[in-house]
């Protein structure tokens, strides 16, 4: 229970920083209201941001494609169409190293995220009512937080052994 409200508190914080208000991401966004009655709870806690991303292809003449994208607490997902049944990518964010290159244009704000294993992966966002690049900047830097938090809790339980194990370790000394 109390892992949970830690959880909301962390999203709310991150939407006022980005100047949004928490409670208007599912009541103002009809797109999303739809696809949260067809989630279960906790898929819906869990989404940050959901539209439209445009993603620099690979291939050699690298054409933009519109590609309909879902960012969650743990990753950006990538969808070949609107209804999402596609997934064509999904950037978990323990394999993102960075956002980086963000640049805006007149119609265009364009951003790079750079995995792990040292890939670019280019995407542009019209407007900035939509900064896509910052939303995921900051999910990457909760998602960091909570790893550094976890790894940070597991290595103090293992140098600090409870009590009751203590005693069986001085019980077996000679």
Known sequence: ???????RRLQRRLYEALGHSYSCLFVH?????QNATEMTGSDISH?????????R???????????TCVLTTDSLNIYTDNQKKNRSKELK??????VDCVERTGKFVYFTIVTTDNKEIDFRCSGEENCW????????????NRKAIQDFK??????NPSLG???RCEARAP
Do not use: C
């Open 154 to 159: 597991t290595r103090q339980e293992s140098e």
């Open 29 to 33: 966004n009809p797109k999303i209201t």
């Open 1 to 7: 229970m109390k892992k949970h409200t830690v959880g």
């Open 93 to 98: 964010l323990q394999s993102i190293k960075k």
């Open 133 to 144: 690049n910052a939303v995921i900047t900051m999910a990457l830097i909760d998602f960091q």
């Open 57 to 67: 292809s690979d291939n050699l003449l690298q054409f933009w494609k519109r590609k």
């Open 165 to 167: 194990q203590q005693e």
């Open 47 to 55: 989404v940050l941001k959901e539209g439209e991303l445009e993603k």
